[in-house]
């Protein structure tokens, strides 16, 4: 059994900063690729920003150059620093992780999600 957990999101003024953190724990044998969704109310639900084992990241165009993902291995936890936060970017953010249980059996783990919320 696997679990992500997410925490840092919250209300936030527009041009201000959020970390969020989620943090997997369980039978975890390595974690390839951890990454940040969000999904805006009546809006599917997007990538924002995705990083392999290697330290490889990617970005959704709306993101980039304002927010950070991050990962440290030792603890199985990805981060994402968000800067300069706007309106738009309210949303509630999940967390994915492709886990590995074992050296061939791998499957997609979500997050409960967090609110981040920009509003003056």
């Known amino acids: 059994q696997v679990q992500l957990v997410e925490s840092g999101g919250g209300l936030v003024q527009p041009g201000g900063s959020l970390r969020l953190s989620c943090a997997a724990s369980?039978?975890?044998?390595?974690?390839?690729?951890m990454a940040w969704y969000r999904q805006a109310p009546e809006k599917q639900r997007e990538l924002v920003a995705r990083?392999?084992?290697?330290?490889?990241?990617n970005y959704a165009d709306s993101v980039k150059g304002r927010f950070t993902i991050s990962r440290d291995n030792a603890k199985n936890t990805a981060y994402l620093q968000m800067n300069s936060l706007q309106p738009e970017d309210t949303a509630v953010y999940y967390c994915n992780a492709d886990v590995f249980t074992g050296f061939w059996n791998s499957r997609d783990y979500w997050g409960q999600g967090t609110q981040v919320t920009v509003s003056s």
């Open positions: 990083i392999t084992g290697g330290g490889t990241t």
């Open positions: 369980g039978s975890i044998f390595r974690i390839s690729v």
